[in-house]
């Protein structure tokens, strides 16, 4: 009896509000209106603390109130919209970009507007414009040419997986080229024609540091001491370096320790670019950039050099006034 009324008025003498109970082990996230019911909440306790009973939940201020006098929370209301205007989600095929056309996403070609040099085109390669040689009859443009192009009568031979540098015009698949380097389909090569040479029956008398060889068809240079071959041997033999030795340039084969170090100058820039530029060496590859000047700019007939916003550029020597008639 004693110990009822102990009870009795420790509650009531709590300092608890209305609505709120002393709880000896309350929670870390006491419910209130605006929970949806997919929060986490800690696994701890509370040691005697004022909290709301059960069936009651605060309210925004701070009050605990019967959990059915809540307001209605808002519907929630997407306030962004998928945007049908938007060239991030689409992906164009390889020479296409993304354009807004009426509102609308649309893969169009890309524009090839470079002003290319007199033998060049402008062509699209690997998604940008790019100043690439005219290409002939039966021959087209290669990124990676091949180092064994087909020549009319040549026997089908192993090749290297190599590429080329620099780009340039090969004949297309099906297509030789003849000794008159045009590119012919294979069925118009010239007949009983081959370059293949008969073997000699004389034995070859080679120089110091040379041996009589067919196999393999390269040898090493001072300049590059480590050839790629290909996997092709002619009948006819020839007098190629010895191994351990290589080729000075235009001489005879000394061992490859005693080769000249090679010079410091570097080889020419011949990377075509576009009217307005120049080709420079760029962290080692061949660039095509803007000139700061107009000194060491040929824009070709009807055209000028100027340099804007800080680069060369060629612009045309006649432009259209107002009055539709034109100047210099």
Do not use: H
Request: with cysteine; charged share 25%; aromatic share 4%.
């Amino acid at each position: 009896m004693d110990s009822m009324l102990l009870f009795n008025a420790v509650s009531k003498d709590s300092g608890c509000k209305e609505g709120e109970e002393l709880k000896p082990c309350g929670s870390a996230c006491e419910p209130t209106c605006n929970d949806t019911g997919d929060s986490a909440c800690t696994l701890q306790c509370i040691i005697d603390v004022c909290q709301c009973k059960d069936g009651y939940v605060r309210d925004e201020n701070k009050i605990c109130i019967p959990k059915e006098n809540c307001p209605k929370l808002p519907t929630p209301e997407c306030t962004e919209k998928p945007s049908q205007n938007d060239c991030s989600l689409i992906d164009c095929l390889s020479g296409y970009e993304c354009k807004i056309i009426y509102g609308q996403p649309k893969c169009v070609p890309i524009a090839c507007n470079l002003l290319c040099r007199i033998g060049y085109l402008c062509k699209i390669i690997n998604g940008k414009p790019t100043c690439v040689p005219k290409c002939s009859k039966g021959e087209e443009y290669k990124e990676c040419p091949t180092a064994c192009e087909p020549k009319c009568g040549q026997k089908p031979i192993f090749c290297p997986a190599v590429c080329l540098k620099p780009p340039r015009c090969q004949c297309l698949p099906g297509y030789a080229r003849t000794s008159d380097g045009i590119c012919v389909p294979r069925n118009d090569c010239p007949q009983n024609v081959t370059t293949e040479v008969p073997p000699s029956t004389t034995p070859l008398s080679c120089g110091e540091g040379e041996e009589a060889r067919n196999c393999p068809v390269c040898e090493a240079t001072c300049a590059r001491k480590r050839p790629i071959c290909p996997l092709y041997c002619p009948l006819l033999q020839r007098c190629l370096c010895k191994q351990g030795y290589a080729r000075v340039a235009k001489g005879k084969c000394i061992p490859i320790e005693q080769c000249p170090e090679e010079p410091t100058t570097q080889k020419p820039c011949i990377l075509p670019c576009p009217l307005g530029s120049l080709c420079k060496f760029v962290n080692g590859e061949p660039t095509c950039v803007r000139a700061k000047d107009c000194s060491r700019i040929n824009c070709g007939i009807a055209y000028t050099c100027k340099v804007i916003d800080g680069g060369t550029t060629c612009v045309p020597l006649y432009v259209k006034s107002t009055t539709d008639t034109y100047f210099w």
